[in-house]
């Protein structure tokens, strides 16, 4: 004969208990994945988004660095030509234009169309100026002139600031002329395309590798 006092289950209100616990526990661990996954998402955009400024704020610097520069330009110095490459110019604070030669067979010291550079944004992205038929030898001062293509991918980050500021300092050399030793403040910001509340911002300083001299 079966002892009844060891076949006895449990009763409806203790499987409801049981049931409820469980799933309190289950949805703290839902809570938990989810915040976690979240903050991870997150984690990661912030890193992509710090990346691709970085990446831009180097591109800005190796491209100001050139400013200026003319393979022949010892020829200003002894008499020869002017060098045209010399003038980098700031227009407003969001827009640079620049010269350089970039092929390394300027003779007479004049960019050419090939030669002219600039950085702006435009549509959440960062270009940069490759070439201008319409620009004259040394008064090139438009940013709506030329062939501009992007350097950053909107898909993956918005540009929403560029800022450029001069830094110059002079010196007056034996012969009276001036010596103008530049650098150029800029500061980038951009914000993720993904659509997340993140934005970062990088600031930097180039030294313009090429001194004018007026």
Not at 22 to 40: D, K, R, V, W
Not at 83 to 103: K, M
Not at 115 to 134: C, E, H, Y
Request: glycine content about 10%.
């Amino acid at each position: 004969m079966l002892n009844t006092r060891y076949m006895r289950g449990h009763t409806l209100s203790e499987l409801l208990i049981a049931s409820t616990i469980g799933l309190f526990i289950l949805a703290g661990a839902l809570l938990m994945y989810s915040t976690s996954s979240a903050a991870n998402q997150r984690l990661q955009a912030e890193y992509r988004l710090q990346q691709a400024l970085s990446s831009a704020a180097a591109f800005i610097s190796g491209e100001l660095r050139r400013a200026g520069y003319w393979s022949r330009a010892r020829n200003a110095s002894s008499g020869g030509a002017i060098n045209g490459y010399a003038p980098l110019r700031l227009v407003g604070s969001g827009c640079v234009l620049y010269s350089y030669d970039r092929d390394q067979t300027s003779t007479n010291g004049a960019p050419r169309a090939q030669d002219q550079f600039g950085l702006r944004i435009v549509g959440g992205a960062l270009q940069v100026k490759t070439s201008d038929d319409n620009c004259a030898a040394v008064t090139c001062a438009a940013c709506n002139s030329g062939v501009w293509i992007a350097v950053t991918d909107p898909s993956t980050l918005t540009v929403t600031a560029l800022d450029f500021a001069a830094d110059n300092h002079e010196r007056t050399l034996t012969d009276g002329s001036t010596l103008v030793i530049r650098g150029v403040n800029y500061q980038i910001t951009g914000r993720a395309a993904t659509g997340a509340a993140i934005q970062h911002t990088v600031t930097g300083f180039v030294n313009v590798r090429n001194d004018e001299i007026r």
